[in-house]
């Protein structure tokens, strides 16, 4: 699963800094197949990163800029 390019400490902080306009990128650790993201797509975000436990998931659209444009 992707994770934001900011750190996130819970889903309200990633939702926040969407609402606020942000621009916050997404990115998979594990990319072995050189996966890259398109515009429009959904995604599903886990956090906060690796080694922390997960404690969050989300469900967010990317738009033009491949940034998150909507969170779930």
């Known amino acids: ?12 902080a990633l939702k926040e800094a969407v609402a606020a306009g942000k621009r916050i990128g997404v990115f998979q650790y594990n990319n072995l ?8 797509e959904t995604v599903y975000l886990e956090g906060p990163h690796y080694p922390k436990p997960h404690k969050w998931y989300a469900q967010a659209v990317l738009g033009a800029d491949c940034c998150i444009d909507k969170v779930k």
Do not use: D, H
């Not at 699963?1 to 309200?12: L, Q």
């Not at 197949?33 to 429009?40: A, L, N």
């Open 33 to 40: 197949f050189g996966k890259t993201f398109e515009p429009g």
């Open 1 to 12: 699963m992707p994770y934001t390019e900011i750190n996130f400490a819970s889903k309200k």
